[in-house]
């Protein structure tokens, strides 16, 4: 069965730190780009990372120099470390891969930023 499954979301304050994981289902993992995207409410689901199964990585405008993205292929996992984060990055965070031309999603974690 194909899952992704998001943790280690939380409320942060301005500036600080937060490190999201997404446990994946070997199935999938292994040869795909794995991303996170977010959806604040009222507003659309957007990209915010992506990494390919060879450590290739891009990210959002908004997030760069901020956030990095991660895989560990031996674990079927990837990682979002968020730093200096800001009010406007709080949102619900999804783990997205595309696994034989159909789309998964996680269930998403809520990501709260405080000024």
């Known amino acids: 069965q194909v899952q992704l499954v998001e943790s280690g979301g939380g409320l942060v304050q301005a500036g600080g730190s937060l490190r999201l994981s997404c446990a994946a289902s070997?199935?999938?993992?292994?040869?795909?780009?794995m991303y996170w995207y977010r959806q604040a409410p009222g507003k659309q689901r957007e990209l915010v990372a992506g990494?390919?199964?060879?450590?290739?990585?891009n990210y959002a405008d908004s997030v760069k120099g901020r956030f990095i993205i991660s895989r560990d292929n031996a674990k079927n996992m990837v990682y979002l470390q968020m730093n200096s984060l800001k009010p406007e990055d709080t949102a619900v965070y999804y783990c997205?891969?595309?696994?034989?031309?159909?789309?998964?999603w996680g269930q998403g974690t809520q990501v709260t930023v405080s000024s």
């Open positions: 997205h891969t595309v696994h034989q031309l159909r789309n998964y």
């Open positions: 990494i390919m199964s060879g450590m290739t990585t």
């Open positions: 070997a199935t999938i993992f292994k040869f795909n780009t």
